[in-house]
C-alpha cells in the first residue's frame, strides 16, 4: 500500500530543505554507481526512494520511431514499457511527442482512459493502477522519459510532482554529462555517451534488424515494417521485440498478401513453432 512505502508528501521538494534531502539522497545514488553508464539508473533508483510509488523505468527515444528501455526497477515496469512500444501509442509517447508530463492517477476510470483504451487495458492487467510519465530535458527535444507506476489508484502530490521533475533533470544531466565532473577531457566524457548510445540501442536492436528484414521482404518502407511488426505482435497478444526476434532468427517471415488479409507464414523450410519463447 501506498502508506508502506518511503518518500511521499515528506519530500518536499519546493523548499530549500526539501530539495537539499533531495539532493542529498541523488547524490548518494550517483556516489553508489561503480561507472557512468550506471548513474541515470541508480538516479531513478534514488526516485523510488523519494516519491511513492511502485515501480519506474526510463527510455530513450529517438524520432518518433526508434525507442529504447535503459532500465526498469521490475517486470510491471519492463513490461508496461514494452506495451506502448508494441501499441506504438500510450503516456510515455504522449510525454515525448508534448514534451510535457502526462499524469494517470487512475486507469480503473474513464476519464483517465479514453484515450488509450487498449493500453489502459493491459496495464490493469499487469497490475498497475496509475501511470506518470515524464519527459526527460528541456524544451521541444526530449531525450526519453522518465515512467513512473502504482499498484493504487492516487495522483502524485504536488510535492511528489516536484520531486519527480527534480529527478528528470539529475537523469538529463547524468545523460548529458557522463563524467562525474571528474573528466579532464572530453574524450572519456565522449567515450562514457558512446557506452549509452551502445546500452540504449541494445534493447532494440532486434527490432531495428527485423524491420529491416521485413522491408526486403515486403519492399515497404520502415514505418510500415514498424506497423507491420506491431500488428503481429497485438494480435498475437505478444511484444514488438519478441515478434523481431522470430523474424531475426528466421521463424516467421512476413508474405506481401499481408496488407491484404494474409498473416505472417513461417520462414521457408521451418516453422513458428509455439511463438515467442
Known amino acids: 500500500m501506498r502508506a508502506d512505502r518511503p518518500g511521499g508528501d515528506a519530500s518536499d521538494g519546493s523548499s530549500g530543505a526539501g530539495r537539499r534531502r533531495v539532493g542529498g539522497v541523488l547524490a548518494a545514488a550517483v556516489a553508489a554507481a561503480t561507472e557512468p553508464r550506471e548513474v541515470p539508473a541508480a538516479l531513478c533508483r534514488g526516485c523510488l526512494a523519494l516519491v511513492a510509488v511502485s515501480g519506474a523505468s526510463l527510455s530513450f527515444i529517438a524520432g518518433q520511431e526508434v525507442r529504447a528501455l535503459w532500465w526498469a526497477s521490475d517486470s510491471v515496469a519492463a513490461a508496461l514499457a514494452e506495451a506502448q512500444y508494441t501499441l506504438g501509442e500510450g503516456p510515455c509517447q504522449s510525454a515525448f511527442t508534448l514534451a510535457a508530463p502526462v499524469l494517470l492517477g487512475d486507469l480503473t476510470s474513464g476519464a483517465h ?22 519527459p526527460l530535458g528541456a524544451g521541444a527535444r526530449p531525450l526519453g522519459t522518465l515512467d513512473l507506476y502504482r499498484d493504487t489508484a492516487g495522483d502524485l502530490s504536488p510535492r511528489e510532482l516536484c520531486t519527480a521533475l527534480i529527478v528528470c533533470d539529475a537523469v538529463t544531466y547524468a545523460v548529458l554529462d557522463l563524467g562525474f565532473g571528474e573528466t579532464d577531457t572530453g574524450a572519456a566524457a565522449d567515450e562514457g555517451a558512446a557506452s549509452w548510445i551502445e546500452a540504449a540501442e541494445a534493447g532494440h536492436m532486434e527490432v531495428h534488424q527485423a524491420v529491416g528484414m521485413v522491408m526486403v521482404q515486403l519492399g515497404v518502407g520502415p514505418r510500415h515494417a514498424l506497423d507491420l511488426l506491431r500488428a503481429r505482435a497485438f494480435a498475437e497478444g505478444w511484444g514488438v521485440s519478441e515478434v523481431a526476434r522470430e523474424v531475426v532468427d528466421r521463424r516467421l517471415r512476413f508474405r506481401r498478401d499481408d496488407d491484404n488479409g494474409g498473416g505472417p507464414g513461417p520462414a521457408a523450410g521451418g516453422s513458428t513453432g509455439g511463438g515467442p519463447r
Open 113 to 134: 482512459t479514453w484515450r488509450w483504451p487498449v493500453f489502459a487495458q493491459q496495464a490493469r492487467g499487469l497490475g498497475a493502477r496509475a501511470v506518470f510519465s515524464l
